[in-house]
């Protein structure tokens, strides 16, 4: 989705937090936001989602910014098993998503 | 639970041949979806169901088609089917009644067209 952008790429070292940020300037007011993340040769699996207030799950933290324009996904501490691409999604009143083109994290031991 | 199964795993299809992807889920959702990913991109909805009977279009459904006579099936066909359409294929289903806004993915199709 070309309104969805994120950085190609991003590092992190072993049990460090990690904070993956997303931009969706034009997303609408009934708009989900969500994480999924993608290991080689798999499908996407779900990861979080959230519509205005902050988020906390067992796997992660996804932090909304206030006016809705952004949003990052916290990986408290990061783990070998954590490497993959992470996408931001956004999703209608329709629930279909529309994928961001995914940020790969590579996680240092 | 076998989730989402999709086959084959791989196919390589000439120019001009049609094909049809299987994605069968036992979770008895309702909700159904077909998307495409090409490399070093993100997946775009092709297909959706909200259940048997009803499909309706995504982001790019030219050059496919897709059925849904039960809730467990939602078989995706490809017509003549054209380089540009390499690309791996994934199923995914949903409960938004239950799970909202949780989707469960296939392992996806791996499709050359040469």
């Known amino acids: 989705d070309a309104k969805t952008t994120q950085p190609n790429s991003m590092e992190s070292n072993e049990e460090e937090p990690v904070h993956l940020p997303c931009n969706h300037s034009t997303i609408s007011g009934t708009d989900y936001i969500h994480w999924y993340r993608q290991l080689p040769s798999q499908g996407p699996e779900y990861v979080i989602h959230g519509l205005t207030s902050n988020v906390n799950n067992r796997m992660a933290s996804l932090a909304i910014a206030e006016d809705r324009k952004s949003s990052t996904l916290i990986l408290h501490r990061a783990t070998l098993r954590d490497a993959a691409v992470y996408y931001c999604i956004r999703s209608n009143t329709g629930n279909q998503f529309y994928f961001g083109t995914g940020t790969s994290l590579t996680v240092i031991p | 639970n076998a989730g989402v199964t999709q086959t084959p795993k791989f196919r390589i299809l000439k120019i001009g041949q049609s094909m049809t992807l299987q994605c069968t889920q036992d979770m008895n959702h309702n909700y159904m979806y077909w998307y495409r990913q090409d490399p070093g991109m993100g997946l775009k909805l092709i297909y959706y169901s909200v259940g048997a009977g009803i499909t309706d279009k995504g982001e790019v459904p030219n050059g496919y088609n897709v059925s849904r006579s039960t809730t467990e099936d939602f078989p995706l066909r490809l017509e003549l089917a054209a380089p540009s359409q390499t690309s791996v294929y994934f199923c995914?289903?949903?409960?938004?009644?239950?799970?909202?806004?949780?989707?469960?993915f296939g392992p996806g199709t791996r499709l050359t067209v040469t």
């Open positions: 995914a289903s949903s409960a938004p009644e239950t799970m909202p806004y949780e989707q469960y």
